[in-house]
């Protein structure tokens, strides 16, 4: 039989052995607790690290590295495939793909019958004006002749083929260009007539897209389709486009786009762009 000492000193150490349970407990919970608030905070760290990243990762997508600077137009030349090409098409490279697209530039033909000027303001043509400043700067229509006069329906004198030079003419006249195309710009759409005397417009092959360096200059109102880049004004002689479009044109056209050859012939010497003004 278990005496009432035995019974205290029994109760004594259960006594004991539940404070150190409960304080094992205690230290448990508080080493789960620092566990979990140090677990927390790295992942803080972690999430604002991450944060951080993805913030700093979104500036720079943000932060244009290419792009189109202020003042400039993007400007989609295509290059003429090089399997095919025909010898009329004139390889002077391609012109930067930005472009100015403010300021005038003052275009001066010279020819065998004197000069003819026009001004071009950049804003409404930044592609093909840049297109033009290039193939003039290379010397692409230097000795060229205007192949193709229109008198009748419409009025236009036509020029700009790299391949029409020399003497005589050739069946492959009016089928050169340089060796890239640039889709059309500023066309005339809600003008009555869409090219009015005095319009220097870029010709094409009446496809989107398909403008070169062929131009035409309208020395009487013409009601073409407003689907030809309207480069610019003619501002000096216009008495020399006269001049030819007088002695008329020989007809070789006549059965396709109509008009020939002028009878009166027009070489130009030398086309210069000056530099954008304004």
Same mark, same amino acid.
């Given at each position: 039989?278990?005496?009432?000492?035995?019974?205290?000193?029994? #109760?004594?150490?259960?006594?004991?052995?539940?404070?150190?349970?409960?304080?094992?407990?205690?230290?448990?919970?508080?080493?789960?607790?620092?566990?979990?608030?140090?677990?927390?905070?790295?992942?803080?760290?972690?999430?604002?690290?991450?944060?951080?990243?993805?913030?700093?990762?979104?500036?720079?997508?943000?932060?244009?590295?290419?792009?189109?600077?202020?003042?400039? #137009?993007? $400007?989609?030349?295509?290059?003429?495939?090089? %399997?095919?090409?025909?010898?009329?098409?004139?390889?002077?490279?391609?012109?930067?793909? %930005?472009?100015?697209?403010?300021?005038?530039?003052?275009?001066?033909?010279?020819?065998?019958?004197?000069? /003819?000027?026009?001004?071009?303001?950049?804003?409404?043509?930044? $592609?093909?004006?840049?297109?033009?400043?290039?193939? #003039?700067?290379?010397?692409?229509?230097?000795?060229?002749?205007?192949?193709?006069?229109?008198?009748?329906?419409?009025?236009?004198?036509? $020029?700009?083929?790299?391949?029409?030079?020399?003497?005589?003419?050739?069946?492959?006249?009016?089928?050169?260009?340089?060796?890239?195309?640039?889709?059309?710009?500023?066309?005339?759409?809600?003008?009555?007539?869409?090219?009015?005397?005095?319009?220097?417009?870029?010709?094409?092959?009446?496809?989107?897209?398909?403008?070169?360096?062929?131009?035409?200059?309208?020395?009487?109102?013409?009601?073409?389709?407003?689907?030809?880049?309207?480069?610019?004004?003619?501002?000096?002689?216009?008495?020399?486009?006269?001049?030819?479009?007088?002695?008329?044109?020989?007809?070789?056209? #006549?059965?396709?786009?109509?008009?020939?050859?002028?009878?009166?012939? /027009?070489?130009?010497?030398?086309?210069?762009?000056?530099?954008?003004?304004?």
């Amino acid at each position: 039989m278990t005496s009432t000492r035995d019974r205290q000193r029994a #109760a004594a150490r259960a006594r004991l052995e539940r404070e150190m349970a409960e304080r094992a407990g205690k230290a448990r919970k508080r080493r789960q607790t620092q566990a979990i608030v140090g677990a927390a905070a790295v992942l803080v760290l972690v999430v604002a690290g991450t944060v951080w990243l993805v913030t700093a990762l979104g500036d720079d997508e943000e932060t244009p590295t290419g792009g189109t600077a202020a003042g400039f #137009a993007q $400007c989609a030349y295509t290059e003429v495939p090089k %399997q095919g090409r025909p010898p009329q098409i004139k390889d002077v490279g391609m012109p930067p793909a %930005q472009q100015p697209n403010k300021g005038t530039q003052t275009m001066t033909i010279d020819t065998n019958l004197g000069p /003819i000027t026009a001004k071009i303001d950049r804003a409404n043509v930044p $592609c093909t004006a840049g297109s033009f400043t290039h193939l #003039a700067s290379k010397g692409f229509f230097d000795n060229t002749k205007c192949h193709r006069l229109v008198t009748q329906g419409i009025q236009v004198l036509q $020029c700009g083929d790299p391949s029409a030079t020399g003497t005589g003419w050739r069946k492959t006249d009016g089928t050169g260009g340089p060796s890239y195309n640039l889709p059309e710009e500023n066309l005339p759409t809600n003008k009555r007539p869409p090219y009015p005397e005095g319009v220097i417009a870029m010709a094409n092959s009446g496809q989107p897209g398909s403008t070169g360096s062929q131009f035409f200059i309208v020395y009487g109102d013409s009601n073409l389709d407003p689907n030809y880049t309207v480069l610019g004004t003619i501002t000096g002689g216009m008495d020399v486009v006269k001049q030819v479009a007088t002695a008329g044109d020989d007809g070789a056209f #006549a059965k396709q786009a109509g008009g020939g050859h002028p009878k009166k012939e /027009i070489t130009m010497t030398k086309v210069t762009m000056s530099p954008a003004q304004g």
